[in-house]
Nanobody, 116 residues
Framework: QVQLVESGGGLVQPGGSLRLSCAAS????????VRWYRQAPGKEREFVAS????????NYAESLKGRFTISRDNAKNTVYLQMNSLKPEDTAVYYC?????????WGQGTQVTVSS
């Protein structure tokens, strides 16, 4: 059974950092691409970053390049999202996603709030 469990969200001041985790089970992250998305209040869910294939090729939303870094630990079957220089506009629920056998799976999300 495919499951994704996010953690690591919280309240952080502008300029601060957080590292989100996405613990995967029921599939191997090295085989399937895992993506992070986020959804702010009143807005559509948007792509944040992805890490795919055995080589771990990464891709980012253009506006987030240089501040966010996606990585993975194959031994722990976990994907991470390191977020630096956080801004109030980064406030959102962050979700991880995977498509396995043409079916989409989402985690429950983790809330990130950037506020002073």
């Amino acid at each position: 059974q495919v499951q994704l469990v996010e953690s690591g969200g919280g309240l952080v001041q502008p300029g601060g950092s957080l590292r989100l985790s996405c613990a995967a089970s029921g599939f191997t992250i090295r085989t399937y691409g895992v993506r992070w998305y986020r959804q702010a209040p009143g807005k559509e869910r948007e792509f944040v970053a992805s890490i795919i294939n055995a080589a771990g090729v990464t891709n980012y939303a253009e506006s987030l390049k240089g501040r966010f870094t996606i990585s993975r630990d194959n031994a722990k079957n976990t994907v991470y999202l390191q977020m630096n220089s956080l801004k109030p506009e980064d406030t959102a629920v962050y979700y991880c996603h995977v498509r396995v056998w043409s079916r989409d799976y989402w985690g429950q999300g983790t809330q990130v709030t950037v506020s002073s």
